[in-house]
């Protein structure tokens, strides 16, 4: 399987992520998985209710907690296009 | 005859009805109601618990977002280690808690604000503590925004435990499938 896009929102604060990444998912073919990085803790619940108010078009295929280079805790979604 | 009839819908028909019936139950709100609460006065916090506190009674799903000067309600701590001169000013001179929130109007210092807390005791109304707890209970679910915790210097570990944190989306994921959403 491909690596998917990656949109990188390390230290953006909302909502510009979630604009980010909507920009960035439509401009992906239906289908596509892109993974968003983000340092916001409010991101967690923040893509989940974006999935929710589109549940036609996107679906959250994953979540997870990492930690980049400067060791800031890093919070991954995985959204898939999905019309 | 209805039975015989119902056997013979074409697929290609039935396919078409279950699609338009699945988006439009994505449209139709749940049994829910959502609040932001920006202020940080004490009367306007009375005005959301109550709404909070009886629309969980009525047995609706119930989400407080709470932003800028609304956070001062969710503080168990104010806590000055780490912060630069500018948040630690903000800590200050924001209340760090929900008894120490003034009045919008007459506050006069406290005074006013001890004032209507005994006339709400004299009428038997429950106090902003007694109705946030009870809204803790019923299961009311607070967010706070992270944006505004990090403009203003608030940190997790002054908040409340089981406050969760969000930003607009997370409001939106539920005012947008709410019967009532308010800005208080």
């Known amino acids: 399987m491909p690596e998917p896009r990656t949109l990188d929102a390390s230290g953006l604060k909302c909502p510009v992520p979630i604009v980010r990444a909507k920009k960035e998912i439509d401009s992906l073919p239906v289908g596509e998985v892109l993974r968003v990085i983000a340092t916001d803790p409010g991101s967690v619940l923040d893509f989940q209710g974006w999935v929710k108010t589109n549940p036609s078009k996107y679906e959250l295929v994953g979540q997870e907690q990492g930690r980049d ?3 800031r805790t890093t919070y991954i979604h995985l959204v898939r296009r999905k019309a | 005859m ?7 819908i074409d697929p290609a028909v039935r396919a078409y009805v279950d699609e338009q019936l699945a988006a439009l139950r994505d449209r139709v709100p749940d049994n829910r109601v959502t609040l932001v609460v920006f202020s940080g006065d004490l009367d ?9 506190t009886g629309a969980a009674a009525m047995g609706l799903e119930v989400s407080i977002f709470y932003t800028f000067w609304g956070l001062s309600a969710l503080k168990k701590a104010s806590h000055l280690d780490g912060k630069s001169a500018k948040e630690k000013m903000f800590t200050l001179m924001t209340p760090g808690g929900l008894s120490t929130l003034p009045l919008s109007r007459l506050n006069f210092g406290g005074m006013g604000r ?7 005791k ?4 429950a106090s902003v503590e007694e109705l946030f707890a009870t809204a803790r209970e019923l299961g009311v679910k607070m967010i706070a925004c992270t944006m505004s915790m990090d403009v203003m210097g608030i940190t997790r570990e002054e908040l409340l435990d089981g406050v969760e944190v969000g930003g607009v989306a997370t409001f ?13």
């Open chain 2, 172 to 184: 939106l994921g539920d005012a947008a499938r709410s019967r009532a959403a308010f800005f208080i």
């Open chain 2, 2 to 8: 209805s039975l015989a009839v119902a056997t013979e």
């Open chain 2, 44 to 52: 306007r916090h009375l005005a959301s618990l109550v709404i909070a």
């Open chain 1, 69 to 71: 280079a400067q060791a």
């Open chain 2, 114 to 120: 001890a004032m209507l807390r005994s006339m709400m």
């Open chain 2, 122 to 125: 004299e009428q038997e109304v």
